[in-house]
């Protein structure tokens, strides 16, 4: 499917296509029958998702230019010590980094997505495999709980060099009152939702009661914040997603009056959240997390968020978002405009060589 990186590739090298991409969004904007309620411009949850958004752009970065990069030396990230990186091909893409921002007493897992996302949704990879495996050594939590086999190949390509990481943290007295979030663009949203199930259950060692007991406090309260996320899992691993005892024995997340530590963010017609859909033979995909659907206001990509209505028992998405806009317009384009993305990530997400280059 290299045809989609083309297409973005042609349409990137015009000048003025923004413009035109946002100006056909206003159009679209103004003929929208029914308007959803909260929607909001400028506020602190826009605030919120621009800081996890650059955590998510840097990962699109090569970690030496960590000093001299936009996103990473933005204000409210710049201090960002990277304390673990990696960088795989084989079996699978996986990039990104394990953070430490002392000063908001923040540990970020940032995943970086891929050019071969369009691939990854198209191929056999999208047959389901049961996961996460439960900690008693049994198949499956229940049985029935399945994600996507790519992204299980990519995320399990990091899963022990993130979980080392991670426990070194936790260890660390000086941390115990830190906060830890997961964040990733693409199919680095989907690696990112697969580690905050897998620290939130995988980690007996001190994600759970045995750690709580043994005085562990790490962390103070977790995230999931995903940009442009694909589908991961069946309805059974979305629940526990959003879980009520994701991170357990933890205070959940609740910035900016969201009462929840999963926020998903949709960009206008980003046709990767739609993917993949749901096979009669390979399983049923649904989202995981309240939706936020960033629209384009006033010529400014992703510059506007609604936030959505969330089902989590049974995955039903909100018509009045994303879920309610034609498949006809859904394209790649909007897929590599996030809060705090910016489009600088546009050559190098694009350039069919792009997950190798920094390996
Ligand atoms: C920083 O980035 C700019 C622009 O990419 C480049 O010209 C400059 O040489 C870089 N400086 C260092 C010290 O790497
Ligand atoms: C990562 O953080 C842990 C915990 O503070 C620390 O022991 C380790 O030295 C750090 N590693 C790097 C490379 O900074």
Redesign the pocket.
């Known amino acids: 499917m290299r045809l989609w990186a083309l297409l973005g590739f042609v349409v990137y090298g015009c000048h003025g296509t923004f413009q035109q991409l946002a100006d056909s969004n206003e159009r679209m904007l103004a003929s929208s029958a029914d308007m959803p309620k909260s929607r909001v411009h400028s506020n602190p949850l826009l605030t919120t998702l621009r800081h996890w958004g650059r955590y998510a752009a840097s990962t699109y970065q090569r970690y030496e230019d960590w000093d001299n990069c936009t996103d990473c030396q933005a204000p409210d990230i710049a201090e960002t ?1 990277l ?2 990186t990696w960088s795989t091909a084989l079996p699978a893409f996986s990039r990104g980094y394990v953070g ?1 921002h002392h000063g908001r007493r923040e540990v970020v897992v940032a995943f970086r997505g891929t050019t071969h996302i369009m691939d990854t949704l198209s191929d056999a990879q999208i047959a389901q495999v049961p996961w996460p495996p439960s900690s008693d050594g049994s198949d499956t939590i229940d049985g029935t709980s399945r994600v996507h086999w790519g992204f299980l190949l990519a995320y399990k390509a990091a899963q022990l060099q993130i979980r080392d ?1 991670l426990e ?2 936790a260890r ?1 007295a000086r ?1 115990a009152d830190y906060s830890l979030h997961f964040v990733g663009h693409s199919l680095g949203a989907a690696q990112a939702t697969l580690a905050f199930v897998d620290y939130s259950l995988g980690y007996p060692e001190y994600s759970n009661e045995k750690g709580r007991k043994a005085g562990r406090t790490f962390p103070r309260s977790c995230s999931l914040v995903t940009f442009g996320s694909p589908r991961v899992g069946n309805l059974q691993f979305i629940r526990l997603v959003d879980s009520p005892s994701t991170c357990v024995g933890w205070h959940r997340r609740s910035d900016d009056k969201l009462d929840e530590s999963v926020l998903r963010v949709v960009h206008e017609s980003d046709i990767v959240p739609h993917l993949p859909r749901s096979m009669l033979l390979l399983g049923r995909y649904s989202h995981a997390g309240r939706e936020t659907w960033a629209r384009d206001a006033a010529g400014e990509a992703a510059s506007e968020i609604i936030i959505c209505s969330h089902h989590a028992d049974d995955g039903k998405e909100d018509p009045q978002c994303s879920a309610g806009t034609s498949p006809l317009g859904w394209n790649i384009l909007d897929h590599l405009v996030y809060p705090g993305i910016q489009l600088h990530i546009l050559p190098d997400f694009l350039h069919p060589l792009a997950p190798l280059a920094n390996v």
Do not use: C, V, Y
């Open positions: 010590e304390n673990s430490i990481a070194t943290i660390d941390l």
